[in-house]
Every structure is written in C-alpha cells, then in structure tokens.
C-alpha cells in the first residue's frame, strides 16, 4: 500500500493493517433479509438510489404475497416516473402488480389532514380565551415541526390500519427525515410555553381570567396538548420498536455519500434508530475501460472504508451499478433480484 493510500484510509481513522484484513474479505455474499416489520424505511442522501430500492422492496414484497404499500413524502417524489404511472396523495393501485399501492404524500396534504384532525379542537379552545378567526389554525399549522410530527403519526397510523401487511416508505433526503426524528416535542413545548403565558397574562384581568377557563366538562388547552404529546411519544416509540420497523440507509461508495452516511447514521443512532442493512448502490463491478477502472478502484477504496467501519453493526451489501436507468418493472425487478437473491459480489 503506497503513501498515497496510508493517507487516505487515515483521514477516516483506519489503519493500514485494517484495510488490509478487510481487503482479504472481498467476497462478501450477503443477501438482504427482512423479517416480519410491518414498516420498512429507506433512508440515504438524495440521488444514490433511495427511490429504486423502495421501489425494488416494495415489488419484491408484493411478488411473495401480501397487500403493500409504497409510500414517498419526498417533496421531489420520483415513484410515478418509477413505476410509469401516476400516484396521487391516496393510496393508488399500481397497474399489472396485484396487491401493490402506491402513493405521495404531500406537506399540503399532511397538513390538510393535520387541520382536519385537530383544527375544531385547537379553534375551539383558543377562541375561548382570545379573538382569533378560524385562520389562526392555519397559523398554528405553520409552526416548524407541525407537519413532520403529524406525517409520522399519518404513517403510522397507515402501518396499524391493517389495511396492508407492509408499509415501505421511501423517505426525503436526509435532513428532512432527521428532522422529523427530532423535532416532534420542540414544537409541543413551544405550544405549551405560549399557553401557559398567555394564561397567566389573561388571568391578571379578572373579566378574562374567567373566559380563559373552558366550559364545565371540556379540558382545558394544557390538557389537549398534553393529549398531543402523549400520542406523539407513541409515535415515536412504535418507530423506534425494532419489531415494527427495518431501517435501511441506501448510499453509494464516494465520498460525499461515505460523509452523508456517517451523518445519517450519527443521527439515526442520536434518536435511537437501529439501522438494519446499508445498501452501497452504483458499485462498478466489471471495468472493462481505463475510464472503469479508474473508477471502480475509486470505489473500492470507499467500499472499504464504508465496510470497516461499519460491518460490525449491521450487513453491508451492494446493488452494482446498471447501464441503464431503472425504471418500469422489468428493472426494478432486476434490482430486487439483486438485492434479495445474488447479493454483493465485492
Ligand atoms: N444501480 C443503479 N444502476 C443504474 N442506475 C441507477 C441505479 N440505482 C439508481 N439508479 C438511477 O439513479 C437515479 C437516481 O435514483 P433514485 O432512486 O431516484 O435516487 P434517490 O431516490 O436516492 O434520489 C435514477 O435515475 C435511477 O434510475
Ligand atoms: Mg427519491
């Protein structure tokens, strides 16, 4: 191993001997298995395959049996143009698949529902101690927070429906989906902070202090957000439960997608996610041109990297790259096959 090499593997804080003991292992088998998780996540930065590999899970799914659902809140969702045919915000059969739907959730359709769900009791108790019109709702929905709290509640609430034996829920690039990790709770606590202000500050004028208080019977604005917080504290439960729900990070071996990785993978174990496989998409596995090869030992050396800091959590296998795009069924199909029955030749 020159110089050059020695450097490189050190700034991810491998040593020589490591990448030596790893390179011996090149052969590496692994198939992807799921077991019985009723949501299968896919996780990854945006462009290294996130999509695909939804797309290939979900028709594999299908093909052995079972109503599945493939959903994607990508703002820039790609499961139309994947599966060529239009999905809408409801779950939409996809043509020539039995047993498979899809859909794309928007933010505007999330916080439609958001509204519909909590919009009267919100209204009603704030009216009850201040003017506001029905819009304030709208305001209210606005707050950072609001729509990635009431998206993971909508999933979940799609998993527990029993409507479909597996949700596979193809996910926004990273930040979006961190995000929606962490802040359920922020927002809450804001709400509860501005309530109890607000109360106080009403309750200092007697004429008000007594319209601050609800009508005999109705709970109060603490006691409903409290409500929300307990069923946001179960939403978060459910997807951290391991039995419910398989996470896989889909990446690709370069070295923005080795960088975004380690961040996905910081945050996911940062809200307790336990990330079942990671899928190294795009690998170059025959080099038939100085261009290939070039690239392919490129790759190599990030395979490795990626492999000896991580084989020992969770199965790493790889998804060669295709000299097509994959779309429509018949390559989708070629991917799952790839993922589920050839595995990774590197
Ligand atoms: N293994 C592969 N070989 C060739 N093309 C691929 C492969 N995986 C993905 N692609 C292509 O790369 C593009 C991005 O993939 P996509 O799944 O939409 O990424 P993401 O959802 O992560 O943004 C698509 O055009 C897709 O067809
Ligand atoms: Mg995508």
């Keep these: 191993?020159?110089?050059?090499?020695?450097?490189?593997?050190?700034?991810?804080?491998?040593?020589?001997?490591?990448?030596?003991?790893?390179?011996?292992?090149?052969?590496?088998?692994?198939?992807?298995?799921?077991?019985?998780?009723?949501?299968?996540?896919?996780?990854?930065?945006?462009g290294v395959g996130k999509t695909t590999t939804a797309a290939a899970i979900a028709l594999w799914l299908s093909r052995h049996g079972g109503k599945i659902l493939i959903l994607s809140s990508d703002p820039a969702p790609s499961l139309s143009d994947i599966f060529e045919t239009p999905l809408k915000d409801i779950p939409t059969p996809i043509p020539m698949i039995p047993g498979l739907f899809g859909m794309e959730i928007s933010s505007r359709e999330v916080l439609r529902r958001w509204k519909e769900c909590f919009g009267p009791e919100i209204y009603e108790v704030i009216s009850s101690f201040a003017r506001v019109d029905y819009d304030f709702v709208d305001y209210i929905g606005s707050a950072p927070g609001i729509e990635e709290e009431y998206l993971l509640n909508y999933i979940m609430e799609l998993v527990q429906s029993g409507s479909y034996d597996r949700v596979v829920w193809d996910t926004a690039p990273a930040g979006h989906t961190l995000r929606l990790l962490q802040l359920p709770g922020i927002f809450?606590?804001?709400?509860?902070?501005?309530?109890?202000?607000?109360?106080?500050?009403?309750?200092?004028?007697?004429?008000?202090?007594?319209?601050?208080?609800?009508?005999?019977?109705?709970?109060?604005?603490?006691?409903?957000?409290?409500?929300?917080?307990?069923?946001?504290?179960?939403?978060?439960?459910?997807?951290?439960?391991?039995?419910?729900?398989?996470?896989?990070?889909?990446?690709?071996?370069?070295?923005?997608?080795?960088?975004?990785?380690?961040?996905?993978?910081?945050?996911?174990?940062?809200?307790?996610?336990?990330?079942?496989?990671?899928?190294?998409?795009?690998?170059?596995?025959?080099?038939?041109?100085?261009?290939?090869?070039?690239?392919?030992?490129?790759?190599?050396?990030?395979?490795?990297?990626?492999?000896?800091?991580?084989?020992?959590?969770?199965?790493?296998?790889?998804?060669?790259?295709?000299?097509?795009?994959?779309?429509?069924?018949?390559?989708?199909?070629m991917f799952a096959q790839l993922l589920f029955e050839r595995g990774s030749i590197w």
Excluded at 4 to 28: H, L, M, P, W
Aim: charged share 25%; glycine share 6%.
């Design 188 to 333: 809450l606590e804001h709400l509860e902070a501005a309530t109890k202000f607000y109360m106080n500050l009403y309750s200092t004028f007697d004429k008000l202090k007594a319209s601050a208080k609800l009508q005999k019977g109705k709970r109060t604005l603490l006691q409903i957000i409290s409500g929300w917080r307990e069923l946001s504290q179960r939403v978060i439960e459910l997807i951290q439960d391991k039995r419910n729900v398989a996470v896989l990070v889909v990446t690709i071996p370069e070295a923005l997608g080795v960088k975004q990785t380690e961040r996905i993978l910081a945050e996911f174990d940062e809200s307790n996610l336990q990330v079942n496989a990671l899928i190294v998409n795009n690998v170059i596995e025959r080099a038939d041109c100085d261009f290939h090869q070039h690239r392919q030992s490129m790759q190599r050396r990030y395979w490795r990297v990626i492999k000896e800091v991580y084989e020992h959590r969770f199965p790493i296998l790889t998804v060669p790259l295709s000299a097509n795009e994959i779309k429509g069924l018949s390559q989708i199909e």
């Design 1 to 46: 191993m020159g110089l050059g090499q020695k450097t490189f593997y050190a700034s991810y804080g491998i040593s020589s001997e490591k990448v030596n003991r790893v390179e011996k292992d090149r052969v590496n088998s692994n198939t992807l298995t799921l077991e019985h998780q009723r949501l299968i996540m896919i996780g990854g930065k945006g």
